[in-house]
């Protein structure tokens, strides 16, 4: 005895954790030994291998991965330098004697006159 162990779960006999030629519940993965086996291929399910994607290794290396952003990071900066900023930003008139809000005077009050004075 020792070397031909059989799973259940493939038997032609096994329908529902049951076992019909041993009249008693089984273990559908379990090893066991049976001369009542009978091979059932509609039983065996295929495998199919998953998709999968492959990292770039600077993703598991966290030093490479700083020293790639910062690479991009200072070309980046570089491309900012040889344009010019005032060429990117769009001119504004802004009035040197009130530079936060601008000249105030062109908005004229909505209250009446006589409510005014009250």
């Given at each position: 005895?020792?070397?031909?162990?059989?799973?259940?779960?493939?038997?032609?006999?096994?329908?529902?954790?049951?076992?019909?030629?041993?009249?008693?519940?089984?273990?559908?993965?379990?090893?066991r030994l049976c001369?009542?086996?009978?091979?059932?291929?509609?039983?065996?399910?295929?495998?199919?291998?998953?998709?999968?994607?492959?990292?770039?290794?600077?993703?598991?290396?966290?030093?490479?991965?700083?020293?790639?952003?910062?690479?991009?990071?200072?070309?980046?900066?570089?491309?900012?330098?040889?344009k010019n900023v005032?060429?990117?930003?769009?001119?504004?008139?802004?009035?040197m004697a009130h530079?936060?809000?601008?000249?105030?005077?062109?908005?004229?009050?909505?209250?009446?006159?006589?409510?005014?004075?009250?």
């Amino acid at each position: 005895m020792g070397g031909n162990k059989v799973i259940c779960g493939v038997c032609m006999k096994q329908v529902d954790g049951f076992c019909q030629a041993k009249k008693c519940k089984v273990a559908l993965k379990k090893r066991r030994l049976c001369n009542k086996f009978v091979y059932d291929v509609n039983k065996v399910s295929i495998k199919i291998p998953l998709p999968s994607i492959k990292r770039s290794e600077f993703f598991w290396d966290r030093k490479e991965r700083r020293r790639i952003l910062k690479e991009m990071l200072a070309e980046a900066k570089k491309q900012m330098e040889k344009k010019n900023v005032t060429d990117v930003l769009p001119t504004i008139n802004k009035d040197m004697a009130h530079p936060l809000t601008g000249d105030l005077s062109r908005f004229t009050t909505t209250v009446d006159k006589d409510e005014e004075k009250n």
